[in-house]
């Protein structure tokens, strides 16, 4: 129905026209009505289907499903939520978008109510799930044989009959909330940037200038650690809070670059030459700042053994990509463009801020433990840690922002105990800048270790001041190798069990930050001891109350 004043228009418009006028009206309408039709058309076949399902024993599946479901909802994300054991099983190859949750059972084997799902797609020969994009989240336990192998198989399944793996197998133990974030959010990032409501403010590689980069270890003492502190300056006000990370993507060494350079130019000089000068010196960018050319993985070096022409590549092995062209060279039938096609991309870096925005305004501090091993035989660095330690001031640096939603501050009156060795003590200066800053009244107790007092003593001056200022109620330090008996912070724990279980008892947040395996695993076991003999609790009860409060947080690596 049209209005009344349209009404009138619309039969004085007939009355004063020509047929021929009426005619030309009519094809315009139908030509406007198809394609507005169209346009909507086109809209709805845009509009991916995105389906979680959870499989659950006890209820942890299921109750993380949900959390990451509101967060989607949040972000204004459409996402049908649904149990395995309710899913119609049909409908598997009209899924477009499908991440599970699965937790493991028994020995090894899925939980009752993913059982049906769990058989379909494993003994269903005519299955394939070429449209489908997916993504696993394994719940498990770490102290069992067959840890997280259900959500292994579901992964490794999809993959055989045709799915796109999105997000790689994220396997969690126990405490799988930081993990389980982590692999949601990577996901959201993936949809946004599909569905192109990726925020230009999410996405923003910011670009700092380096300020200061000095090792914190005494190494004229013997120090066999390289811990560097590195301030980055940024001109623009950042946008971050205490508990966030910053994510690096390191650039390869030249010495690198330079050999597989060479060896192309030697090798296949016709085509280098051509992605050099066509392509705008593309090869020498993405060996520079792309290409993961350092660490392979085993389903790069899959791939490969098809490009090469021996295929007894050793997946146990690790490999640089300049070795594995000079002893396993590839085939001439095959181009530089299918090598391209298949090298993954260097992955970022995370490292905790161990700065305050309110107590360093636009200058972002980290704290990087250069990482040395052995590795066939020669002594090699970390990829990222070994790049960030070699910047000089005045250095530029691209990174981005890392959002930490679990690993918080609670309310300023609240007690805190900060248990940080090593690095670990990093989010922790942070938090205490933040505390100090803000004026909490909330009681702060830190545990810090490591090798050495003399050598190894991180923020050694900081923290003493703070504990002057009263700004840290107590320190505990914990320095291993200071005496015949090793001991570590979760020792020093026990020492205090009567204080420390009357705090948690009482309501303080406990946070761990450091070496999941195996500093993380041992603190927890002594706060279960402690729980136990002192408090006369059931640990495993107590703990898991904790978590669900907030109150037991943990940033381990």
């Not at 394994?138 to 259900?150: I, V």
């Not at 053994?305 to 000079?326: A, P």
């Amino acid at each position: 129905m049209l209005s009344e004043s349209n009404n009138k228009t619309f039969f004085k418009l007939i009355q004063e026209s020509s047929p021929e006028e009426m005619i030309w009206m009519c094809g315009y309408i139908s030509g406007l009505l198809f394609s507005k039709k169209k346009d909507y058309k086109e809209i709805k076949k845009e509009e991916k289907k995105i389906t979680l399902v959870y499989g659950t024993e006890t209820g942890n599946a299921k109750n993380l499903a949900f959390d990451l479901y509101e967060k989607a909802k949040k972000e204004k994300i459409k996402i049908q939520l649904i149990s395995l054991d309710q899913y119609c099983l049909k409908n598997l190859e009209k899924e477009d978008y499908f991440f599970i949750v699965m937790s493991t059972h028994g020995e090894g084997e899925p939980p009752f109510s993913a059982k049906s799902f769990f058989d379909f797609i494993h003994h269903n020969k005519n299955l394939f799930l070429n449209n489908m994009k997916y993504s696993v989240l394994a719940l498990g336990d770490k102290s069992y044989t067959y840890f997280c192998k259900a959500g292994e198989d579901v992964d490794k399944r999809l993959h055989n009959i045709g799915a796109t793996r999105i997000i790689p197998l994220y396997k969690c133990d126990v405490d799988y909330e930081n993990q389980a974030y982590k692999w949601f959010s990577e996901i959201l990032n993936f949809l946004k940037k599909k569905n192109e409501i990726y925020t230009k403010k999410k996405n923003h590689k910011i670009c700092g200038k380096i300020l200061k980069n000095i090792i914190l270890n005494n190494q004229e003492k013997g120090s066999n650690k390289e811990i560097h502190h590195i301030e980055i300056f940024v001109s623009n006000q950042i946008e971050y809070s205490p508990g966030d990370s910053i994510g690096v993507f390191p650039e390869n060494p030249s010495k690198e670059r330079d050999h597989i350079i060479e060896y192309v130019k030697k090798n296949r000089k016709k085509e280098f030459e051509k992605y050099e000068y066509e392509e705008k010196n593309k090869i020498s960018y993405l060996l520079k700042k792309k290409f993961n050319i350092l660490f392979l993985s085993e389903n790069f070096l899959k791939k490969y053994s098809f490009l090469s022409e021996k295929k007894n590549i050793s997946l146990n092995k690790e490999w640089k990509l300049i070795d594995l062209l000079i002893k396993f060279p590839m085939k001439n039938e095959y181009s530089l463009k299918d090598l391209i096609k298949i090298i993954e991309p260097i992955k970022p870096r995370l490292y905790s801020i161990s700065s305050s925005p309110k107590a360093h305004g636009n200058v972002i501090h980290i704290t990087v433990s250069r990482h040395r091993f052995q590795l066939n035989g020669e002594t090699v660095y970390g990829h990222c840690s070994d790049f960030l330690s070699k910047l000089k001031i005045g250095d530029q640096l691209s990174f981005f922002i890392y959002k930490n939603k679990i690993f918080k501050l609670p309310s300023t009156d609240k007690n805190i105990i900060l248990i940080g060795p090593g690095t670990g003590i990093a989010p922790f200066r942070s938090f205490l800048y933040e505390r100090e800053v803000t004026k909490a009244t909330g009681k702060n107790w830190l545990f810090f270790g490591d090798q050495h007092f003399d050598t190894d003593f991180l923020y050694k001056t900081e923290i003493l001041n703070w504990k002057k200022k009263g700004i840290l109620y107590r320190v505990i330090w914990s320095f291993s190798r200071d005496q015949k008996e090793k001991i570590y912070v979760q020792d020093k724990i026990w020492r205090n069990r009567i204080e420390f279980f009357s705090w948690i008892k009482n309501g303080a947040y406990v946070y761990v930050c450091g070496n999941k395996i195996p500093m993380s695993v041992d603190v927890e076991k002594m706060i279960s001891r402690v729980i136990e003999e002192v408090g006369k609790c059931e640990s495993k009860l107590f703990i898991r109350k904790m978590k669900k409060e907030g109150r037991y947080l943990k940033d381990v690596y």
